[in-house]
């Protein structure tokens, strides 16, 4: 009876995220951001209540409510490293133009790199060059932009990985004008 009940539930919230997917691949994205936030009133598990939280945050009005979001997914336990990485990705990309010291520490936060989707690696380590290379620091910018190269190289499926080619070349060069004053 109660396997019955807990295989009810585990069927109830896949049942929650399929209809959350739904709503937003036909566009109704401010139906989603309501739905995801009915749905935090449920028990889910801290996977599923991470990537609520996270979606929550993609459909918030401002900046502060978007925070607010991912502070609170922040603070979920159990979920999987992907997605507790995907909310500080998400952390760095709101304070990268406003604060681009502490989104340095968010796109960094990877925990145990290995356990983290490499595409996500990929973005957090070019986001951190794309900030090394604004201060000027080319040298840390040019070995960002390498490991979100390796990163990028090591995802199983087609990916493009081209924005951090780019800017290799493009910080080698900066580099290159440098040393020849």
Known sequence: MLFAAAAE????EKKLVAEGQALERSGKTKEAGVFYLKALEKPLSPAVRRTFLNRCSMFAGNNQEKQDFLLRASMVS???PTETYRTFLLLGFLNERTAPDKALGYFLNFGDEKKIAPGLVYNGYLSAGRIMERQKKYQQALEYYRKSLAAGKS????FNYSPAEKAIKKVEGLIQNENQK
Do not use: D, L, P, T
């Not at 539930?9 to 109830?12: D, L, M, R, T």
């Not at 995802?155 to 087609?158: P, R, W």
């Open 155 to 158: 995802v199983a499926y087609k």
């Open 9 to 12: 539930e585990v069927f109830n």
């Open 78 to 80: 159990g979920a999987s």
